[in-house]
């Protein structure tokens, strides 16, 4: 399973990258705007700074919603490192750009994904990566992690190529429950990355094993 790490935040990318468990990064506009990246270069130097920390997979998402625009926006991403991942949202022009730039060896991530129905349209289209945001949907009383496990058979039934990206990890329960059911990735912000450390009989242990030994060490 990959780990990706949710935030346009380059110091929490190289705490997590830090840790030696780091696959990539997936940033979206709220994300970057919550850094205060304004800017057509601006924006472009941070995803190349991003791609300068981590070894590959960084996506990197468009503002246009319209055929053309997202593809001169995604061909303009794509030239400023070869670990950008495009990301397209679930839309009928996304699709299709998704499928342009399959054809021409682009890598995409299709985001904003709610149901089965979008995730096959995604890989037909052949994404790279598809992100279901199960989060949101259990906001609003969905069953997010659900919808990972549809997607697990369904991509397994036809062997499609895309991988699954669990987006809008908001817990562990929720990573460890995509790693049970096969995600091939999950993003989620550094606090959850760091949370699957805790134990506090891991503390406690620690603890008891240090001072066992300095009773006799001194
Ligand atoms: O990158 C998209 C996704 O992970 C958003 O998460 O917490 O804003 O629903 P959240």
């Known amino acids: 399973m990959k780990f990706f790490i949710d935030t346009a ?23 970057m705007a919550k850094e205060g ?22 996506s990197a998402e468009v503002i246009s ?15 400023i490192d070869p670990k950008i991942v495009v990301k397209y949202p679930m839309t009928k022009d996304g699709v299709k750009a998704i499928k342009r730039f399959t054809t021409e060896g682009i890598r995409t991530n299709c985001t904003l994904v709610f149901t089965a129905g979008q995730a096959i349209l995604a890989a037909k289209a052949g ?15 969905q ?9 697990r058979i369904i991509y397994d039934n036809y062997g499609f190529k ?24 999950v993003t989620c912000p550094l606090k959850v990355i760091m949370d699957l450390l805790n134990h506090p009989l891991t503390d406690s ?12 060490n001194g």
Not at 40 to 58: L, P, Q, T, W
Not at 143 to 151: F, H, R, S
Not at 205 to 216: E, M, R, S
Request: charged residues 25%; negative net charge; glycine residues 8%.
């Open 65 to 79: 919603t319209d055929l053309e625009g997202m593809l001169k926006e995604g061909r303009e991403l794509a030239k």
């Open 143 to 151: 069953d997010g992690v659900e919808l990972i496990a549809q997607i």
């Open 9 to 31: 935040n380059l110091n929490d990318i190289k705490e997590a990258y830090d840790l030696g468990i780091l696959d990539g990064v997936t940033t979206n506009p709220s994300l």
């Open 127 to 141: 994404a790279a990566y598809v992100s279901p945001f199960i989060g949101r949907l259990d906001d609003i009383s």
């Open 162 to 185: 895309t991988e699954i990206l669990a987006a809008s990890i908001r817990h562990t329960i929720h990573l460890i429950k995509c790693a049970e059911i096969g995600t091939d990735v």
């Open 205 to 216: 242990g620690l603890a008891k094993f240090l001072a066992d030994h300095k009773k006799v």
């Open 37 to 58: 990246i304004t800017g057509a270069e601006n924006i472009r130097a941070h995803y190349k700074a991003i791609c300068n920390i981590v070894d590959n997979n960084v």
